[in-house]
């Protein structure tokens, strides 16, 4: 997803390697992405209870937050999702595709053209396109938009559906899959006023994995801390704290750093999710474009 901020980069560049990057060594910059991934992906499997107090999990905490899909699950869910949308996208009219997506900065046929990207992106392709754009993830998702973006939104649509079926990922947790088709999709769907309907245990492994990461490594993290995040089809409960409850799908946004209508969200903590996920920078491509 699009990177809204220069956190990411900035957390990489303070580190001690730093000084090979602006000395610009693109071997170098290599190793610095490999381990900037893997950085991400090895956070990404330390277990809740140890990352953060704040999402300890106790009953159904504990059983919903440590779920997990099979990876040949998780890929029918992403390759449905890209063939559902695609379907969803072939009576959108001419002017529509301008419209502002959700993702800030971004239309909807530039989120159409991200998904398409990322589609294709495999962890070399990954690493290459980042030292192409000298570690800017903006830039890289940028460039990616640029190379898959089609003079009509019809032929960006069959290049979606063409790539559906793939299973290439860059190096990163596999629930970044997840996060990639559901809330895009939410992306394009609802200003469109698309309804769009996900399997609620693919939605929830989705939220359960941008709780447990920080948002400078595209999760969302510090936007529900202290917050106790109810499901309110499924009683699923995540966290402690003042009470949100509202439909996964959009707990998933406001964490992933979405607006969502204020009348979507119930409870004490809703106003500060609402306030939170308007105000704090999007960074949800971090380590998984």
């Not at 699950?73 to 449905?80: E, K, P």
């Not at 898959?148 to 069959?158: F, L, N």
Request: hydrophobic share 40%; net charge positive.
């Amino acid at each position: 997803m699009a990177v809204r901020s220069a956190d990411a980069r900035t957390a990489l560049l303070t580190k001690s390697t730093a000084p090979a990057f602006h000395s610009w060594n693109p071997g170098a910059v290599v190793v610095l992405s490999y381990k900037y991934v893997e950085r991400s992906y090895e956070y990404s499997r330390v277990p809740v209870s140890i990352r953060s107090s704040h999402f300890r999990a106790g009953g159904l905490t504990r059983e919903r937050a440590d779920m997990r899909m099979s990876a040949a699950a998780t890929w029918q869910v992403v390759h449905s999702e890209r063939r559902r949308l695609a379907a969803d996208l072939s009576v959108v009219r001419d002017e529509q595709w301008l419209l502002p997506s959700l993702c800030p900065g971004w239309d909807i046929h530039d989120v159409l053209a991200h998904l398409v990207d990322t589609a294709l992106t495999s962890r070399l392709s990954f690493v290459r396109d980042l030292v192409k754009a000298r570690l800017d993830f903006d830039r890289a998702n940028e460039n990616g938009i640029a190379r898959e973006k089609r003079q009509d939104p019809q032929d960006t649509i069959a290049a979606l559906m063409e790539a559906a079926d793939l299973t290439r990922t860059p190096p990163a947790h596999l629930a970044t899959r997840l996060v990639e088709a559901i809330v895009h999709g939410e992306d394009i769907r609802r200003p469109l006023g698309i309804g769009g309907s996900y399997p609620e245990d693919a939605v929830a492994q989705a939220l359960a994995y941008q709780l447990r990461t920080p948002v400078s490594f595209g999760g969302g993290r510090e936007r529900a801390a202290g917050l106790r995040l109810i499901d309110r089809k499924t009683a699923a409960v995540w966290g402690q704290g003042d009470a949100v409850e509202a439909d996964s799908i959009d707990l998933l946004l406001a964490v992933s750093g979405r607006q969502v209508d204020r009348e979507r969200l119930k409870g004490s903590g809703a106003s500060r999710l609402a306030d939170t996920a308007a105000h704090t920078p999007t960074n949800p491509e971090s380590p998984h474009r």
